[in-house]
């Protein structure tokens, strides 16, 4: 009976989740990130030993993420670049990760329906639409499997004698969890509320434990900050004492979003001051978390559930703290997808709390039960109903940025990206109406001075297409990319001394960039000079390139042709 109500819930969690996020399942790739990850990314394009060696042995987008991309690299093996794979696998982590909180929960609770709340929480939020409905964000799902799974693994080796067994796979899911994403880092300190919820008195094997879970944390902890060393935010802008009411803003936040998960979007830019004041929502952030600290210390004198409240807030700041941003790092203030490990304490609070107050006021009175659970059902269709509409937000690009537009309607990113999401459809002119809009906001935003010289070249318009690349170059003079457009143009236009000496300069910019090598590949090849034509077409295949097909033949005979010469 136990087993078959415990499968009940369990279905009704899975159900739920699948309906909820159905849509993401058809969703497109959009050019937030997906094109670094995944649709561009060469080292995903082939599954052998040299291409997981080179996985292993290189960040992307400032982050360290080799499982994930090794992730992807099977999926493109079998499957190519098929956004429905990715997305479906996404989500099938997802429901994994279900089961998993809702066992874990089980576990630390003795209490199915707390598990089940907690689960269904973590299952159904809106926030967490952003870690699965965005491929780039596999990176969450997967670290998460391994995070939850290590939890799990150690609460068995703590009550089971202290198994060593348990404890190896607790380290060796960890170590996958940070090869998912870094942000497992603070196992170790979760490992010390798990020992406080079961009674564990502290000593030398508890001690020796976290020591041993730290070392790899700490190795993973210097890998990341190398790693996001480019992507660190040193605003001048912003003062010391801003970035302190930025980590208040932060944690005010995430902490309001649960309870009230409205206005959500892929990109929260950092606030404009005015008269250099920033706005009062961020001024009164540390006012509003000292009173929710002093709050919880309240409560938490009170013995009743005082485990609960400190398990669960500190499981919430301890996971949370690697992205407030202490050092800024990038162009967002906050993010929907920093929440998906730690708001599971802040949902086994409400979850204990529903629970108690159902046992306490509402189990024996009939009446008040029907209310009780029709307000908790209602609750849980509120939320799944946004995580579907928030679902097709994420449909492509220029959903995606459309939504952050109508939040942020003078955002000069978000105009480039939609009109790059337009530019990608085959809509050049709205794409054009976009990059003109962000130049409108900003006139020295270098990617849409780039993004319309691409796009001139690509429709021919090349005079229009010399503007832009020579504008692009003004403001970023080594922006290799737009060197090669420009030798792209100059050579449409018959201009090939011009377009070798523009490729030419591509290279020295950027010796691996490998377009310009194809480029004066050809380019050597309609000129007879074979050597260098040979030359530069295999430098391109060396840095993982493609030749034309056109030029097979050539690539194939002509070293046997000139040996034959000579």
Known sequence: MKNLKVALLLFIIIISTAIAFYPSIHNDFTNWDDSYYVTNNHLIRELSWKNIKDIFSSSFVSNYVPLTILSYTVEYHFFGANPYVYHTTNLIFHLFNCILVFWLFFLISKNDYIAFIVSLLFAIHPMHVESVAWISERKDVLYSFFFLSALISYFYYINRNCSARYFIFSMLFFILSLLAKPMAITMPAVLFLIDYMQGRQLGKLVFAEKIVSLMPAVLFGVITICSQDKAIKLDLFYSFLDNAIFICYRVNFYISKIFLPINLSCLYPYPEKINGMLPSTYILSPLILVLLTVLISFLAIKKIYRKTLLFGFLFFFITITPVLQIIPVGQAIVADRYTYIPYLGLFFIIATFTYWFYEKYIKN?????????????????????????????????????????????????????????????????????????????????????????????????????????????????????AYNVLGNTHLALGNTKESIALYKNAINLNRTYVPPYINLGAIYYFLKDYDLSFKYFMKAIELGGKVHPDFDDFMKNYPIQKSRTR
């Not at 509120?382 to 959903?399: A, E, I, K, M, P």
């Not at 976009?434 to 319309?452: G, M, R, T």
Request: charged share 20%; hydrophobic share 40%; glycine share 4%.
């Open 365 to 481: 009175k009939v009446w008040f039960k029907f209310v009780f659970i029709f307000i908790f059902v209602l609750i849980m269709a509120s939320w799944g109903l946004l995580t579907w509409q928030r679902c097709h937000v994420w449909q492509d690009s220029v959903t995606l940025w459309s939504d952050f537009l109508k939040k942020y309607p003078n955002n000069v990113t978000g105009y480039s990206n939609r009109g790059s999401g337009y530019f990608l459809k085959g809509d050049y002119q709205n794409a054009i109406l976009d990059y003109y809009k962000s130049l409108e906001i900003n006139p020295h935003h270098i990617p849409a001075h780039y993004n319309l010289c691409v796009l001139y070249e690509r429709t021919m318009q090349y005079k229009k297409a010399l503007i832009a690349c020579k504008n692009t170059i003004e403001l970023k003079s080594d922006y290799v990319e």
